[in-house]
């Protein structure tokens, strides 16, 4: 039985989240500003419902997830490695969260299992794992065909329960029989309960307001700014 470590990414690993690097590439690029505006338009008609409690917090983040595949619409994917290399190698460098990335290490010092769980592109977050220095990473994937992105995400969005059924089926399609009990899961969103109680040492790092409640209450370690 192998020790596992699943770190979220956006707000864990990183002080921003990864959507906001993804289109600060086509912002900086001056590329299909067009999905920029129709992707804000479409999910702040979405926002009133989220904030009165009428659409989950999961759910709202599960369409905003989902939706990011609209930027690469049409788009070779063999192109769209320069921007996933944008992100790591010229957006994320003063976003690190180093206390969290410190962690990250120690455990790849330690021979633990490393994964990366995030509901931001698969591509991006394969590209994450290897700036970090893990093969490992679970995302949401993107539909392609004939070698082109079609705008469209593979369901189900990498997000709530979807999180620790897909991490553990990766680790098993890949023969890695988990220990959860041994096992840490890292994340900063309530969003992330699901993947944070799959293991027998959750820990809330720069926790939001009700994360950082629930982690008191059960007396999860809280890893801070």
């Known amino acids: 039985m192998t020790t596992v470590a699943f770190f979220d ?48 917090e999961t759910a709202f983040r599960r369409q905003w997830a989902g939706h990011l595949a609209w930027y690469v619409r049409g788009m070779p994917v063999d192109e769209a490695q320069a921007i996933w290399d944008w992100v790591v190698n010229e957006y994320l460098p003063p976003h690190w969260r180093t206390s969290s ?44 065909r004939d070698g082109r992105y079609t705008g469209r995400a593979v369901p189900p969005v990498c997000i709530g329960p979807a999180k620790p059924q897909r991490a553990f089926a990766y680790l ?17 969103a309530i969003s992330d309960l699901d993947l944070l109680t799959s293991v027998g040492h959750p820990v809330a790092v720069a926790p939001e307001p009700d994360l950082a409640a629930l982690a008191r209450e059960r007396g999860w370690e809280i890893l801070p700014e």
């Not at 790849?108 to 220095?133: F, M, N, T, W």
């Open 101 to 144: 990335v410190a962690r990250l290490q120690g455990h790849l010092q330690k021979g633990d299992v490393v994964v990366l769980v995030s509901a931001a592109p698969e591509p991006l977050i394969q590209r994450v794992a290897r700036h970090l220095g893990t093969p490992h990473a679970v995302a949401t994937r993107l539909e392609v």
């Open 172 to 188: 098993k399609a890949r023969g890695i029989s988990v220990a959860p009990e041994a096992s840490w899961a890292y994340a900063d």
């Open 9 to 56: 990414v956006d707000g864990t690993l990183t002080k921003v989240h990864v959507w906001q690097a993804f289109m600060a590439y086509f912002k900086a690029h001056g590329r299909r500003l067009w999905v920029h505006r129709f992707y804000w338009l479409w999910h702040m008609t979405q926002y009133p419902f989220f904030k009165l409690g009428w659409i989950s």
